[in-house]
């Protein structure tokens, strides 16, 4: 059973940076794509930036010029580099990956709380 571990969620002030990570443990095959969604309170869950194999990459909207998205295949591990920070930003952030879709949603990590104070 593939699991996503992902960390680095947290408190941070508005305009500040936080980067979280993914990584898969027990994979024994490699994945299309991985990629970060995030549910806020009262809200449902959206897609936040996505990589696919070849460098294929989706960001939402509302992150693009702030957040990062980039993968370390060797290590099976996604990172989410998100600087200039928004109290709108504040949401669970999931991890996701595919070992098909370049938008993943085959696997699920647990979660990882971003909180952003303004």
């Known amino acids: 059973q593939v699991q996503l571990v992902e960390s680095g969620g947290g408190l941070v002030q508005a305009g500040g940076s936080l980067r979280l990570s993914c990584t898969a443990r027990?994979?024994?095959?490699?994945?299309?794509?991985m990629g970060w969604y995030r549910q806020a309170p009262g809200k449902p869950r959206e897609l936040v930036a996505a990589?696919?194999?070849?460098?294929?990459?989706n960001y939402a909207d509302s992150v693009k010029g702030r957040f990062t998205i980039s993968r370390d295949n060797a290590k099976s591990t996604a990172y989410l580099q998100m600087n200039s920070l928004k109290p709108e930003d504040t949401a669970v952030y999931y991890c996701?990956?595919?070992?098909?879709?370049?938008?993943?949603?085959?696997?699920w990590g647990q979660g990882t709380q971003v909180t952003v104070s303004s």
């Open positions: 996701a990956a595919d070992r098909i879709k370049v938008i993943p949603n085959e696997f």
């Open positions: 027990r994979s024994i095959f490699p994945f299309n794509a």
């Open positions: 990589l696919a194999t070849g460098g294929r990459t």
